[in-house]
């Protein structure tokens, strides 16, 4: 409640007719308390600058779901039910380790259960040393950017930007100065994915 709190403090008020996102976050990597207060600032700036309010709040390291990802293909033909029968919440596993330097994160934007976002700690912390940018600032790009595929029920990529394939010297300079943000078409299309006013037929 206290990195909550704080980050309230520092980013203001809730704006006005924002949409609200849960975000249940599993620290399996052990981010200290001053870097969890640090990327909870960061991350609301940039989801309040897309017209959305989160609410970070600390998984139980054994709950079933802090586990279980499952891999939900998109069917052709069935895109509205799936993404309507979809987490509207974050459930969000960071991981110490990782496969590869060059992967920083996955999503399943699809999936009814378990997790939906996972990062690997491990990956980030080297971009962080390469491009000489605090872990945090990297850490809350790199959630934000798979929460984005979430709630943009895609995983697809930009060629720039926070939602690009692969992050080069401008959106680490971007990131330096707080101007990395999701486009005003993304903000919408997650904003609407969020009210669920297309799934009303599904609820």
Not at 12 to 17: K, L, N, W, Y
Not at 163 to 173: C, G, L, Q
Not at 183 to 199: H, W, Y
Request: proline share 3%.
């Amino acid at each position: 409640m206290k990195t909550i709190l704080i980050g309230a403090l520092i980013v203001g008020a809730v704006a006005v007719g924002a949409e609200q996102l849960r975000i249940t976050v599993y620290n399996k990597a052990g981010i200290l308390d001053q870097e969890k207060e640090s990327v909870v600032v960061s991350l609301s700036r940039i989801f309040r600058h897309a017209g959305i309010e989160i609410d970070w709040v600390a998984g139980v390291p054994r709950a079933p779901e802090s586990s279980l990802m499952i891999y939900e293909p998109l069917r052709k033909g069935n895109e509205l039910e799936m993404a309507c029968r979809a987490r509207r919440d974050i459930a969000l596993d960071i991981l110490p380790f990782g496969t590869s330097k060059q992967i920083l994160g996955m999503a399943q934007p699809f999936a009814r259960t378990g997790l939906n976002v996972r990062i690997y700690g491990y990956g980030v912390r080297d971009a962080a040393a390469r491009e000489l940018r605090p872990y945090a600032t990297v850490l809350s790009h790199a959630i934000a950017h798979e929460i984005g595929h979430v709630l943009l029920r895609s995983n697809s990529h930009t060629g720039r930007g926070l939602m690009s394939a692969v992050w080069t010297a401008r959106e680490y300079d971007w990131m330096g100065k707080e101007a990395l943000f999701f486009t005003p078409e993304d903000s919408r299309k997650m904003r609407f994915a969020l009210s669920g006013v297309a799934c009303s037929s599904f609820d």
